[in-house]
């Protein structure tokens, strides 16, 4: 096994699927039902197959023949809704059906190991009660499950926010991976170390039309996490595949148009405080970020994620310097909208988190980490302009249904509407 292979289930825009990539996996396979988001992921991943499927429908036998390759590892952050526990069995809940499918994916590909993430919530009274169910429904499949489970914090691992975490994770016929060790000898970046290098989005009217815009900025005096953002040295990509992009075009970039008395607003409130207005966290220039969000899909009214005020700026920060502040490289781009992107970021696992617990699976497995020597395009930028409907079309699939609006009873055509209507107004 020279470079393990990997199944990302509920991939989102591949924020696990990059750390195990950097730590030395293939990332062969991703499950993801929300066609936005896959085609994201297939434009950042091209040689992996993206499927753009329920992973509630998928079986494992279906899904090992249309990855044409063997699954040696599946990681998931399966959403976690359901906590309402009383009288019944936390799997026998209908809203936590996405852990269960995970489970039910596990047992049928038989993977040497696998990685489940989701939020600290999980670990917290009468909700731990599905976490424990889950282990012994794991161990019970004959998987060596890495106990206690613990939480850990993005921050510990070498990004610049504040995110916790439940990770558990076990291997088949090989002892389980430790939890890996916090970088307590450094700490984190700083929302300044992360930003200041990147060009100041409202200097650039392109930005007001388009997310990308050619602004070449010198390379020297960068520090360290800069240049691990923008990949100048080989050690950047870890065990990664090098990506053919353009290091002069910042990307993810649309600008927000805030008004005058907003921007005095964000300007007045000091740093490591919350705007009252707005709600919006103000970044300090030597702390790290509170944790980024994802907002609120179609179904549930659209809300833009919360994105945070900028240190230096007065104004919010852009898509890219949310993935900045995320640990995603600065080759790696997102939907071209500001709602959908920053979307994106909020619902993934940030790339030095998974990369590090990556390593640790891989050392369990037994595994050495291999360098490749070949470098991958990226893939058709269309596939990040492409709306929920074009999205749908693109993968041969249906426009997936959220969770029905009791109020107004919205159907599967008002929710493309919703898609539409929000990429015009918040692009």
Same mark, same amino acid.
């Given at each position: 096994?020279?470079?393990?292979?990997?199944?990302? !289930?509920?991939?989102? #825009?591949? /924020? *696990?699927?990059? =750390?195990?990539?950097?730590?030395?996996? +293939?990332? %062969?396979? &991703?499950?993801?039902?929300?066609?936005?988001?896959?085609?994201?992921?297939?434009?950042?991943?091209?040689?992996?197959?993206?499927?753009?499927?329920d992973a509630t429908r998928a079986r494992g036998a279906d899904?090992?023949?249309?990855?044409?390759?063997?699954?040696?590892?599946?990681?998931?952050?399966?959403?976690?809704?359901?906590?309402?526990?009383?009288?019944?069995?936390?799997?026998?809940?209908?809203?936590?059906?996405?852990?269960?499918?995970?489970?039910?994916?596990?047992?049928?590909?038989?993977?040497?190991?696998? !990685?489940?993430?989701? #939020?600290? /919530? *999980?670990?917290? =009274?009468?909700?731990?009660?599905?976490? +424990?169910? %889950?282990? &012994?429904?794991?161990?019970?499949?004959?998987?060596?499950?890495?106990?206690?489970?613990?939480?850990?914090?993005?921050?510990?691992?070498?990004?610049?926010?504040?995110?916790?975490?439940?990770?558990?994770?076990?291997?088949?016929?090989?002892?389980?991976?430790?939890?890996?060790?916090?970088e307590i000898l450094s700490a984190p970046p700083t929302c300044?170390?992360?930003?200041?290098?990147?060009?100041?989005?409202?200097?650039?009217?392109?930005?007001?039309?388009?997310?990308?815009?050619r602004a070449e900025t010198p390379a020297a005096g960068l520090?360290?996490?800069?240049?691990?953002?923008?990949?100048?040295?080989?050690?950047?990509?870890?065990?990664?595949?090098?990506?053919?992009?353009?290091?002069?075009?910042?990307?993810?970039?649309?600008?927000?148009?805030?008004?005058?008395?907003?921007?005095?607003?964000?300007?007045?409130?000091?740093?490591?405080?919350?705007?009252?207005?707005?709600?919006?966290?103000?970044?300090?220039?030597?702390?790290?970020?509170?944790?980024?969000?994802?907002?609120?899909?179609?179904?549930?009214?659209?809300?833009?994620?919360?994105?945070?005020?900028?240190?230096?700026?007065?104004?919010?920060?852009?898509?890219?310097?949310?993935?900045?502040?995320?640990?995603?490289?600065?080759?790696?781009?997102?939907?071209?909208?500001?709602?959908?992107?920053?979307?994106?970021?909020?619902?993934?696992?940030?790339?030095?988190?998974?990369?590090?617990?990556?390593?640790?699976?891989?050392?369990?497995?037994?595994?050495?980490?291999?360098?490749?020597?070949?470098?991958?395009?990226?893939?058709?930028?269309?596939?990040?302009?492409?709306?929920?409907?074009?999205?749908?079309?693109?993968?041969?699939?249906?426009?997936?249904?959220?969770?029905?609006?009791?109020?107004?009873?919205?159907?599967?055509?008002?929710?493309?509407?919703?898609?539409?209507?929000?990429?015009?107004?918040?692009?």
């Amino acid at each position: 096994m020279t470079r393990p292979t990997v199944l990302d !289930v509920f991939a989102g #825009v591949g /924020g *696990l699927a990059l =750390g195990f990539e950097q730590a030395g996996f +293939d990332v %062969v396979g &991703a499950l993801e039902l929300d066609p936005v988001h896959a085609a994201a992921h297939s434009f950042n991943f091209p040689r992996c197959r993206t499927l753009c499927a329920d992973a509630t429908r998928a079986r494992g036998a279906d899904v090992r023949v249309q990855l044409g390759a063997p699954v040696d590892v599946v990681v998931g952050g399966a959403p976690c809704q359901g906590f309402s526990m009383i009288g019944k069995r936390a799997l026998d809940d209908p809203r936590n059906q996405l852990v269960k499918h995970f489970l039910r994916l596990v047992v049928e590909l038989e993977p040497a190991a696998f !990685v489940l993430e989701n #939020v600290r /919530g *999980l670990t917290i =009274g009468k909700h731990r009660q599905l976490l +424990d169910e %889950v282990t &012994a429904e794991f161990q019970a499949a004959g998987y060596a499950v890495t106990l206690p489970w613990q939480v850990l914090n993005a921050r510990d691992y070498g990004v610049p926010q504040d995110r916790q975490r439940v990770f558990l994770f076990g291997t088949k016929g090989v002892a389980p991976p430790r939890y890996p060790l916090p970088e307590i000898l450094s700490a984190p970046p700083t929302c300044s170390e992360a930003l200041d290098d990147l060009p100041d989005a409202d200097v650039f009217d392109a930005l007001l039309s388009f997310d990308a815009v050619r602004a070449e900025t010198p390379a020297a005096g960068l520090g360290a996490y800069a240049r691990e953002m923008r990949c100048l040295s080989n050690d950047a990509w870890h065990y990664g595949y090098v990506r053919d992009w353009e290091p002069g075009l910042l990307t993810s970039s649309r600008r927000t148009a805030h008004t005058d008395i907003s921007r005095r607003r964000f300007r007045d409130t000091r740093p490591g405080t919350v705007e009252p207005i707005s709600r919006f966290y103000k970044l300090a220039a030597d702390g790290v970020s509170n944790t980024l969000r994802a907002g609120t899909d179609a179904a549930r009214g659209a809300f833009t994620s919360p994105r945070p005020i900028h240190h230096r700026h007065d104004r919010c920060v852009t898509v890219r310097e949310m993935a900045r502040l995320h640990g995603f490289p600065d080759w790696f781009r997102f939907h071209v909208t500001k709602w959908h992107g920053a979307r994106q970021i909020g619902n993934s696992v940030p790339p030095p988190l998974a990369r590090a617990v990556a390593a640790s699976v891989r050392a369990a497995l037994g595994v050495e980490p291999v360098r490749p020597s070949a470098s991958v395009p990226l893939g058709d930028p269309k596939l990040l302009r492409m709306d929920m409907t074009e999205a749908a079309a693109h993968f041969g699939v249906d426009v997936p249904i959220g969770r029905r609006d009791r109020k107004s009873g919205s159907t599967k055509r008002k929710q493309r509407d919703i898609e539409r209507e929000l990429a015009r107004a918040d692009p």
